[in-house]
Nanobody
Framework: QVQLVESGGGLVQPGGSLRLSCAAS????????VGWFRQAPGKEREGISC????????YYSDSVKGRFTISRNNAKNTLDLQMNNLKPEDTAVYYC?????????WGKGTQVSVSS
């Protein structure tokens, strides 16, 4: 059974850092393209970063490029997102995602709040 569980969210001041982690079970993260999405109140869910399984190429949205870093720990089967220089507009629920064959799988999300 495919499961994704996000952790690491919290409240942080502007300019601060957080590291999110997504623990995967029921499949190997290394075999599939994986990514992080976020959804702010009143807004649509947006993709902010993804990591290719074939060549380890990465994608970052313009809104997080240069501040966020995606990585995969194959030994732990986790997907991480290091977030630096956080801004109030980064406040959202963050979700990890994997697409296996025709199905999209999501975790329940972790809340990130950036406020002074």
């Amino acid at each position: 059974q495919v499961q994704l569980v996000e952790s690491g969210g919290g409240l942080v001041q502007p300019g601060g850092s957080l590291r999110l982690s997504c623990a995967a079970s029921g499949f190997s993260l290394s075999l599939y393209d994986v990514g992080w999405f976020r959804q702010a109140p009143g807004k649509e869910r947006e993709g902010i970063s993804c990591l290719s399984s074939s060549d380890n190429s990465v994608y970052y949205s313009d809104s997080v490029k240069g501040r966020f870093t995606i990585s995969r720990n194959n030994a732990k089967n986790t997907l991480d997102l290091q977030m630096n220089n956080l801004k109030p507009e980064d406040t959202a629920v963050y979700y990890c995602n994997v697409r296996i064959n025709q199905d999209n799988y999501w975790g329940k999300g972790t809340q990130v709040s950036v406020s002074s």
